[in-house]
């Protein structure tokens, strides 16, 4: 129960790695607000978390905007009186050059990926310093260490998502930690229409030959949330399967291996 009597905030926790991070959270012992602008998807993740015996609350929010991030830290203080732990993992993105890319597109992916955690903490810290203190966790991504093809707006919001955790982690030492994690190729519900062959591609040229689970993520969430995670602030953990310790493993050269 590493997050016995805390209270969360996880973005994003309709599905994928959000919802696995909500229900986690809640199995350690957290009190969870379940944010997301999927109605039917974010009460989903209430009623799991509460079948398995634990507490939790749905807020439907636009996290990319002031309005919806003061909403939601609002409905944590309203359900639960304080807050601990706030983990922005909100998600939005469509793909295309800067050439074909519309502006709108460019707009929101950075509105959600990376404006939301400037709201987010704006609007929590003063309210977990307010009770002594907590940990905010960003999701970030491998997209922020190595690009990729048709993905400037994603890659560029997600680098930015480390020097704004890093000067977060500066500015609101001790008191408040604040860390991120890089998951690599994660199977959610974001890959729905990918063929067995595209898995496939991604598992053989990732040392752990398989791509990550929601799970994956989550436990690593819950470590940098924790008190487990102490002394540590302003990191960004990569969590990917080994993929981008030996550069671009899709490059010319690259000779990938069967799963086993």
Known sequence: MRLKDRVAIVTGAGSGIGRATAVLMAREGARVVVVDIADEAGQETVRTIRGAGGDAAYCRADVGKAQGARKMVAAALKAYGRLDILHNNAFWHRTGSVVDLDERDWDRTQAV????????????????????????????????????????????????????????????????????????????????????????????????????????????????????????????????????????????????????
């Not at 955790?165 to 959610?188: H, K, S, W, Y």
Request: hydrophobic share 40%; aromatic share 8%; proline share 7%.
């Open 113 to 260: 990926c990376l404006k939301a955690i400037y709201l987010g903490g704006k609007y929590a810290i003063p309210e977990m310093l307010r009770t002594g203190g907590g940990a905010i966790v960003n999701t970030s991504s491998i997209h922020a260490l190595t690009s990729f093809g048709q993905c400037p707006a994603y890659d560029t919001a997600k680098a930015g998502v480390l020097g704004l955790t890093r000067t977060m982690a500066l500015d609101f030492g001790p008191e408040v930690r604040v860390n991120a994690v890089l998951p690599g190729a994660i199977q959610t519900p974001a890959w729905k229409g990918a063929t067995p062959k595209a898995f496939r591609w991604w598992a053989e040229r990732t040392p752990m030959r398989r791509m990550g689970q929601p799970e994956d993520i989550a436990k690593a969430v819950v470590f940098l949330a924790s008190e487990d995670a102490s002394f540590i602030t302003g990191e960004c953990l990569v969590v990917d399967g080994g993929w981008t310790i030996h550069g671009h493993a899709g490059q010319p050269g690259t000779k990938p291996r069967k799963q086993k």
